[in-house]
């Protein structure tokens, strides 16, 4: 699938928050913040993460889904959308797995040390916070 302009804005914005809903093979939801997320193209986007719940379960589960908001806005007003992804691969070094983790190192010092993969996502849907039949 590709997204439109206003989902590109809200996955380029600075300041957004982004949450990734993972599960694992019984169901267990597993919720985390993420500063990694990057889109690369108008279907695609990456995030980096360490040997944590989130890749155990992206291992056994490819699907995941994303919730991006920006700050300010409050109830009805919340901006943002919701996305749906599905795992296309999984890197552990590479190009794109350096850029990511030299943007992070630059935000959070060494810390980013704690990011081992690079996870490639396909999206597959994309609707608003509140879907109202509106559109995103």
Not at 21 to 50: C, I, Q, R, W
Not at 63 to 83: D, I, N, P
Request: charged share 25%; glycine share 10%; aromatic share 6%.
């Amino acid at each position: 699938m590709k997204i439109n302009e206003k989902v590109r804005e809200y996955l380029q914005s600075e300041g957004r928050s982004n949450v990734l809903a993972t599960t694992d093979t019984a169901g267990k939801v597993n919720l985390a913040v993420f500063g990694s997320l990057a889109l690369v193209d108008d279907e695609t986007v990456v995030v980096m993460v360490g040997d944590n719940r989130t890749y155990a379960n992206l291992q056994a589960n490819p699907l995941a889904s994303l919730l991006v908001t920006l700050h300010g806005k409050t109830g009805m007003q919340q901006e943002g959308c919701r996305v749906y992804l599905k795992v296309r691969s999984m890197e552990d070094g590479g190009k794109m797995f350096d850029e990511i983790k030299g943007k992070v190192r630059a935000k959070v010092g060494d810390a980013a040390e704690m990011l081992k993969h690079l996870v490639w996502f396909d999206i597959e849907e994309v609707r608003p916070i509140l879907d109202m039949g509106q559109g995103v």
